[in-house]
C-alpha cells in the first residue's frame, strides 16, 4: 500500500472578504439611513466605485447618481478612518466636505493628530480602475495616517 499526499483545495475566498472591503460595506450600510440602497448587494454597491473602460463605455448617460456617490465618497473616507481607530486603539474622526464641480475634501485626524489630508476634485471622481486599486489606494493611506500617528501618539501596532 502506498501513500498518496493529497493536496487540499485551499478555501475559496470572496473577494470581498479584504478587512477593508469588509468595512467599506459596513460604512456604507450605516450611512445609508433611508434604506435607500438596502436591496442593492454589497457587491453592487462597492462595484460603483470602479470605473473600467469597458464599464464607462457602457454607462447610461442619464442616470443620477449623485446621492449615491456622495454616500460612496463618505464610506470610503469613514472606513479608512474606522481602520486607523482599530489600528491605532486612538479616537479618529472623519470630515468629508463634498462640493458638486468645485475641489472636495476629505479629513481625518487621529487622537487630535492630523494623519490623512485628500482633495478631491468633485465627489464623482473617486473611481478606480479595478477592485485592486481601491484596495491598494485605501492601503496606503492607512499606511501613511498610521505612520503619521505613530510620529506623536502612543500605540503598538
Known amino acids: 500500500m502506498s501513500q498518496v499526499l493529497t493536496r487540499e483545495k485551499p478555501p475559496n475566498l470572496s473577494k470581498f472578504q479584504h478587512p477593508f472591503l469588509q468595512e467599506l460595506i459596513k460604512q456604507i450600510r450605516l450611512a445609508d439611513t433611508f434604506g435607500k440602497y438596502r436591496d442593492w448587494s454589497d457587491e453592487l454597491l462597492v462595484n460603483q466605485l470602479i470605473n473600467s473602460p469597458e464599464k464607462a463605455k457602457n454607462a447610461p448617460k442619464n442616470l443620477n447618481f449623485e446621492p449615491l456617490n456622495q454616500l460612496l465618497t463618505n464610506a470610503f473616507y469613514n472606513a479608512i478612518g474606522s481602520i486607523i481607530e ?3 486603539g486612538h479616537n479618529t474622526e472623519t ?10 475634501s476629505a479629513v481625518v485626524s487621529c ?23 481601491l484596495i491598494e489606494s485605501a492601503e496606503n493611506n492607512i499606511g501613511i495616517a498610521v505612520n503619521k500617528a505613530s510620529r506623536y501618539l502612543d500605540f503598538v501596532v
Open 86 to 88: 482599530k489600528i491605532t
Open 95 to 104: 470630515f468629508v466636505h463634498l462640493r458638486n464641480k468645485e475641489f472636495s
Open 111 to 133: 487622537g487630535g493628530v492630523l494623519v490623512l489630508y485628500a482633495l478631491i476634485w468633485g465627489y464623482k471622481s473617486l473611481r478606480f480602475m479595478s477592485l485592486q486599486e
